[in-house]
């Protein structure tokens, strides 16, 4: 049966799509069967795999109005072993649209629980704010991955998060779990991002992956090309540490 993580931060600007689009691709290079879903009206993740999002008229919006079946919204090997539920700016109006629908928080989890047999990882990119998405992103997934810039106001928004996870354990997904937290764009230059990494540990009683993703000038370049950084730049530092972050993700398969 298939592992689906939810990566969420209510704070924007973490390296939450970074970490949603090549943990997917590394995770497919290693020979998983991935499916990665954009639930971010935004839709970073789906032009960061190179598709012009304007253009798409079968998204993860039109699955949970139920306008579409979850074989027409699904788009097969984007890049081997690597599949994706896209999302655009549609997906902001679902907010509204979705009021008084019974069960609107477990629209997603119906639909993705008929094809979780059918991929080893499902990784779902949430929007950086706590609305009807993510709370759908929650009740769907197993676990919830946390990415944190080593920066001054990690710490910020991060026990908001830590409430909300609680919040959907006790009334919709009492198995949720928290997979972990990474640490993006560390500098090591910096003492302050060690003293972020020091503080969050001192402060977090969960898992944190030995895998830090590094502040690199590749990794950045790589979504306006509209490829995950393992193909971009396959020997760069990011490709590197996303490819670790795969390895530890796998290893706890079985945890």
Do not use: W
């Amino acid at each position: 049966m298939g592992r689906i993580i939810a990566v969420a931060n209510q704070k924007g600007g973490v390296g939450k799509t970074t970490t949603s689009i090549n943990l997917s691709a590394c995770l497919a290079e290693k020979g998983k069967k991935v499916l990665l879903i954009d639930a971010d009206p935004q839709g970073n993740t789906t032009s960061g795999l190179g598709l012009d999002k304007s253009e798409l008229n079968s998204t993860i919006y039109q699955l949970i109005i139920g306008q579409k079946k979850l074989e027409e919204v699904i788009i097969p090997n984007v890049f081997e072993n690597l599949s994706l539920i896209p999302a655009n700016i549609n997906l902001s109006g679902a907010e509204i649209e979705l009021i008084g629908i019974d069960n609107k928080e477990y629209l997603l989890k119906t639909e993705i629980d008929k094809v979780r047999d059918d991929y080893d990882f499902i990784i779902i990119d949430c929007p950086p704010s706590l609305n009807v998405l993510t709370v759908n992103s929650m009740t769907t997934a197993d676990t919830v991955l946390v990415p944190i810039q080593c920066e001054y106001y990690a710490l910020e928004g991060l026990s908001q998060l830590i409430h909300t996870i609680s919040l959907v354990q006790d009334r919709l997904n009492p198995s949720l779990q928290i997979e972990g937290v990474v640490f993006t764009m560390y500098d090591a230059r910096t003492n302050l991002s060690l003293q972020v990494v020091e503080n969050v540990k001192d402060y977090l009683n969960q898992n944190i992956y030995k895998t830090i993703i590094p502040r690199n000038v590749r990794l950045a370049e790589s979504p306006s090309h509209g490829l995950p950084i393992n193909i971009y730049d396959s020997k760069s530092a990011g490709a590197e540490a996303y490819r670790n972050l795969a390895d530890e993700v796998i290893e706890k398969e079985f945890y």
